[in-house]
T-cell receptor, first 114, second 110 residues
Framework: DTEVTQTPKHLVMGMTNKKSLKCEQH?????MYWYKQKAKKPPELMFV???????INESVPSRFSPECPNSSLLNLHLHALQPEDSALYLC?????????????FGPGTRLTVL | AQSVSQHNHHVILSEAASLELGCNYS??????LFWYVQYPGQHLQLLLK??????LVKGIKGFEAEFIKSKFSFNLRKPSVQWSDTAEYFC????????FGDGTTLTVKP
């Protein structure tokens, strides 16, 4: 299995809602990532987990809360988002964190905040 | 801090034309270099990567890239493009974490 899966594919939420994005991989990778991608823009790194521990937080607002329950799962909890947070949220994994690893990307969750 | 610059924002070619997409990076130390492709409606996929060794690397679907250290460049090439190569192409560097260029939209006319 060489896939990274993400659910849901689409999500529409109000600014007062609480929702979660889920990501799963079964490649035995020990690093997982969350990226945000706006239309026609590159992915922007949000968080990096290495061995289930948060290793990089790119100064992301606290309304985004990541969680790594185990080595295969990565969640992104959303609360009190703003319309400008509407974007494609990508999950990725790699064998290890660090420079010598290509990343495998999921299809993303397209989030719309009303 | 590392940065990546892709010079071509939108490239339009006819089928069978040759392709070269520019990528320059800025970083004082050793970096690893990647090209990713995002086909319409699909997820990001790795085209090719360079870590060390032969500076000319070959990837999937006939793509290749050349690392020129003195120019801080890692340009992507393909001798003859096909309509199915229409996609968004991202150059990325990784010196501990990945930084992506702004991307180049390639449109291949049949």
């Amino acid at each position: 299995d060489t896939e990274v899966t993400q659910t849901p594919k689409h999500l529409v939420m109000g600014m007062t809602n609480k929702k979660s994005l889920k990501c799963e991989q079964h490649m035995g990778h020990r690093a997982m990532y969350w990226y945000k991608q706006k239309a026609k823009k590159p992915p922007e790194l949000m968080f990096v987990y290495s061995y289930e521990k948060l290793s990089i937080n790119e100064s992301v607002p606290s309304r985004f809360s990541p969680e790594c329950p185990n080595s295969s799962l990565l969640n992104l909890h959303l609360h009190a988002l703003q319309p400008e947070d509407s974007a494609l949220y990508l999950c990725a994994s790699s064998p290890l964190a660090g420079a010598y690893n290509e990343q495998f990307f999921g299809p993303g969750t397209r989030l719309t905040v009303l | 801090a590392q940065s990546v610059s892709q010079h071509n924002h939108h490239v339009i070619l006819s089928e069978a034309a040759s392709l070269e997409l520019g990528c320059n990076y800025s970083y004082g130390g050793t970096v690893n270099l990647f090209w990713y492709v995002q086909y319409p409606g699909q997820h990001l996929q790795l085209l090719l990567k360079y870590f060390s060794g032969d500076p000319l690397v070959k990837g999937i679907k006939g793509f290749e890239a050349e690392f020129i250290k003195s120019k801080f460049s890692f340009n992507l090439r393909k001798p003859s493009v096909q309509w199915s190569d229409t996609a968004e192409y991202f150059c990325a560097v990784n010196a501990g974490k990945s930084t992506f260029g702004d991307g180049t939209t390639l449109t291949v006319k049949p």
